[in-house]
């Protein structure tokens, strides 16, 4: 059995009711107190969240000016000091050893130094060898070792693939052969077993 309930059993009219309910469909909406005529802290428009708005406002804006005075005045600076920067190679004592390059130069040498070494066919240098006491057999220098490596990579992917590939058209094809020769057997069996 229900029961009906109808807004004077709460002691409000119908237009009570009514009123009470927009205002708390404006207050929902608005983020508003309706009732103390401002809005409440938990409001998008309370002082507090415009507050934080402003703030993340500020130091977006913040950010974007340091960046843009960075990337005019800075990162020039820092481009002039790296490429003007010189390097003096030194021995144990500190004492000057060779003549002296721009890091750009000596970034150059470095790599081609490090391509140009020998290896041995695993890739290791002398020192790389013979840590462990193995002797040192140069097989090649470093960029044809990274260059076969690659190639030798390279085939091996194809040709794992190839196999799989050829195993799968030779499964599918002894699958298939089998099935024949399976129905024909039946047939076969069937014909044995009527006659």
Not at 58 to 69: C, G, L, R, Y
């Amino acid at each position: 059995m229900a029961m009906e309930l109808s807004c004077e059993d709460f002691g409000l009219t119908k237009e009570e009711m009514l009123d009470r309910l927009i205002t708390k469909m404006a207050e929902s909406f608005l983020g508003m107190d309706m009732e103390n005529e401002g809005p409440s802290e938990d409001s998008r428009f309370s002082k507090t969240t415009v507050l934080k708005h402003i703030q993340n406002m500020i130091k977006e804006q913040v950010e974007k000016s340091v960046s843009a005075i960075a990337d005019e005045h800075v990162l020039p600076r820092v481009d002039e000091i790296i490429t003007g920067m010189v390097i003096q190679t030194t021995n144990q004592f500190g004492e000057k050893k060779g003549s002296s390059k721009t890091l750009t130069e000596f970034v150059v040498e470095t790599a081609e130094n490090y391509l140009s070494e020998e290896v041995d066919s695993q890739g290791k240098n002398r020192k790389q060898a013979t840590q462990y006491g193995s002797t040192f057999k140069p097989a090649q220098n470093r960029l044809m070792h990274a260059v076969n490596s690659h190639i030798k990579d390279k085939l091996n992917t194809a040709l794992t693939n190839a196999t799989k590939d050829v195993h799968k058209t030779f499964s599918d094809g002894v699958a298939l052969a089998v099935d024949k020769m399976l129905k024909d057997m039946r047939v076969s069996f069937m014909a044995t077993v009527k006659s």
